[in-house]
C-alpha cells in the first residue's frame, strides 16, 4: 500500500512538472521588429541582414518564399523572435530612394 502512493505521488509531480513547463513555454515572449537593413547574404531557407548599426541578424524564411531577394540592397524587413527559435520574415519591402 505504501509503494502504491509513493508511485501516486511520482505520477502527480510529473504530470505537476509537465504542466509548469508548458504554462512556461506558452507564455515565452514573441518580439516583433521592424527595421530598415542591408541584405547580407541570401539562401534558400534564411538570410542575414545588417541594421544599419552593424549588427547581423540571422531571419528564417518563410515555407514556399518565393520572392526575389538581392544581397547588399536595402530592405525594411519584419519578422516574430520566439524564446528558443530564429526570428521568422513576416514581410519585407525594398527600400528606394
Known amino acids: 500500500m505504501i509503494g502504491l502512493n ?3 505521488i511520482k505520477i ?3 504530470i505537476i512538472t509537465l504542466l509548469v513547463f508548458g504554462l512556461i513555454v506558452y ?3 514573441t518580439e ?3 527595421q530598415m537593413v542591408t541584405m547580407e547574404k541570401v539562401s534558400e531557407t534564411n538570410i542575414i541582414v545588417a541594421d544599419y548599426s552593424g549588427k547581423s541578424v540571422i531571419v ?3 515555407t514556399g518564399f518565393s520572392g526575389t531577394i ?3 540592397q536595402e530592405y525594411f524587413i519584419e519578422y516574430t523572435t520566439k524564446r528558443w527559435q530564429q526570428p521568422k520574415l513576416m514581410s519585407i519591402k525594398p527600400i528606394t530612394s
Open 70 to 72: 538581392y544581397e547588399g
Open 12 to 14: 502527480q509531480a510529473l
Open 27 to 29: 507564455l515565452s515572449n
Open 32 to 34: 516583433h521588429t521592424g
Open 6 to 8: 509513493r508511485g501516486f
Open 60 to 62: 528564417t524564411l518563410p
